[in-house]
């Protein structure tokens, strides 16, 4: 059975950084991963998006752009998500997601068929 588990996160004052981890097991293959986040009583939203193969390449939210760098490796079935200048309202469980669709749509929370149990991040003020 697949499984993915984030790691890496914690509590950091505003402007701090967190490098968050991914580790997928039982994936044989993939076209992409992700990471979205969920703050309570909110959508799931996406955050950042890795794709491996032709046309492939990193996508961000608008409001991480630039703070934000997603990075990993097909091979290893590993995506990390280094994080600087935190924000208070970025407090959220923080998910990673993979999918195996032929073309998956980066930013789509239905793109991706896998997801993992969450890590939380916690900016404070």
């Known amino acids: 059975q697949v499984q993915l588990v984030e790691s890496g996160g914690g509590l950091v004052q505003a402007g701090g950084s967190l490098r968050l981890s991914c580790a997928a097991s039982?994936?044989?293959?993939?076209?992409?991963m992700g990471w979205f986040r969920q703050a309570p009583g909110k959508e799931r939203e996406f955050v950042a998006g890795i794709t491996w193969s032709g046309g492939g390449g990193t996508y961000y939210a608008d409001s991480v752009k630039g703070r934000f760098t997603i990075s990993g490796d097909n091979a290893k079935k590993m995506v990390y998500l280094q994080m600087n200048s935190l924000k208070p309202e970025e407090t959220a469980a923080y998910y990673c997601?993979?999918?195996?669709?032929?073309?998956?749509?980066?930013?789509?929370?239905?793109?991706?068929?896998?997801w993992g149990q969450g890590t939380q991040v916690t900016v404070s003020s």
């Open positions: 039982g994936l044989t293959f993939s076209t992409g």
């Open positions: 997601a993979a999918s195996n669709l032929w073309n998956p749509r980066p930013v789509a929370l239905a793109s991706y068929n896998y």
